[in-house]
């Protein structure tokens, strides 16, 4: 697969080290409070996976599925829910849990409605952040890294459910989509 980027992003050793600085950061900022860590399928597995190890804190957690991209690199702007959440979330302190934020769009959506199910709070802990593609307002609490606007794979980023698996962050071959 190594072969298929056209350079490594994000190393392993680099991820680790963001990501506990997170866990550091959620684990005091929701000290005393009800979490519920909400990720996003299925992007947001590994991410999800090492960041509550990194929460030093009681917590639950919850997925769930939404559509955004189907199997091409561009966003379709429709957001639809293909699994919802298994507790109910009133009264608890939600954190969303999600690989990256491009356009804004299902991040904007799955805030929305989860704010919908009177919550005590709702905020985004998201691993990477493409500024130059942001079309709405998001606000993101716990950010990881500012990427550029290369497609990724990798550390849960897919291209055509392929990639996931990667334990960095890579920039895909344009030769690999473009064809
Ligand atoms: P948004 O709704 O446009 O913000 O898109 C967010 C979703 O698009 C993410 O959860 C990813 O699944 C996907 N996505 C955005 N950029 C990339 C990328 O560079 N590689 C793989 N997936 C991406
Ligand atoms: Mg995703």
């Not at 997170?22 to 929701?30: A, L, P, R, V």
């Not at 709702?122 to 990881?144: F, H, M, Q």
Request: charged share 30%; aromatic share 8%.
């Amino acid at each position: 697969m190594l072969n298929d980027m056209e350079r490594i992003l994000l190393s392993e050793e680099e991820l680790k080290q963001r990501i506990q600085e997170m866990g550091n950061q959620i684990s005091k900022d929701y000290e005393g409070k009800d979490l519920i860590l909400v990720g996003v399928l299925k992007g947001s597995v590994p991410f999800m996976a090492d960041l509550m190890k990194r929460i030093e804190i009681p917590c639950s957690m919850d997925f769930m599925a939404v559509s955004s991209y189907g199997s091409s690199t561009e966003s379709s702007g429709i957001v639809r829910i293909l699994k919802d959440l298994d507790f109910e979330i009133e009264n608890k302190d939600i954190l969303i849990v999600e690989d990256i934020v491009d356009s804004g769009t299902t991040l904007k959506y799955l805030k929305k409605y989860l704010a919908s199910k009177n919550p005590k709070s709702v905020e985004i802990a998201c691993l990477l952040n493409k500024p130059e593609r942001r079309t709405v307002e998001i606000d993101v609490k716990y950010l990881g890294f500012e990427v550029p606007n290369y497609f990724l794979v990798g550390y849960g980023l897919d291209y055509a459910e392929k990639y996931r698996n990667l334990p960095y962050i890579g920039i895909l071959k344009e030769s690999v989509y473009k064809k």
